[in-house]
Nanobody
Framework: QVQLVESGGGLVQAGGSLRLSCAAS????????IGWFRQAPGKEREGVSC????????YASSVKGRFTLSRDNNAKNTVYLQMNSLKPEDTAVYYC?????????????????WGQGTQVTVSA
């Protein structure tokens, strides 16, 4: 069983930055890939970014160049999502989850482990 606990959400003005953290427990970090998904009101949940056990990363086109995902296998199995140049359209509930990159660069969660979610709100 995998437990994922997020922190770091909040309210920020457009152009600002936030860093989300996700602490994973209940398993050895490898070989699961860990990443972030988000869901805005009235929209489907979408994959944002994913990082593999060897540190390879993938990003949705909408956040590429603005978001950076990293992981620290020593610090309580934690992954960090640094979000810069935030836009109002980045407003959503962000979920830490297991993940994988599939055909066409789509990020999905085939293992179905999810955190509880953290709200990110970007004001115009």
């Amino acid at each position: 069983q995998v437990q994922l606990v997020e922190s770091g959400g909040g309210l920020v003005q457009a152009g600002g930055s936030l860093r989300l953290s996700c602490a994973a427990s209940g398993y050895i970090l490898q070989p699961y890939s860990i990443g972030w998904f988000r869901q805005a009101p009235g929209k489907e949940r979408e994959g944002v970014s994913c990082i593999s056990s060897d540190g390879s990363t993938s990003y949705a086109s909408s956040v590429k160049g603005r978001f950076t995902l990293s992981r620290d296998n020593n610090a309580k199995n934690t992954v960090y999502l640094q979000m810069n140049s935030l836009k109002p359209e980045d407003t959503a509930v962000y979920y830490c989850a297991t993940c994988g990159e599939f055909t066409g660069g789509v990020i999905l969660n085939p293992y179905d482990y999810w955190g509880q979610g953290t709200q990110v709100t970007v004001s115009a």
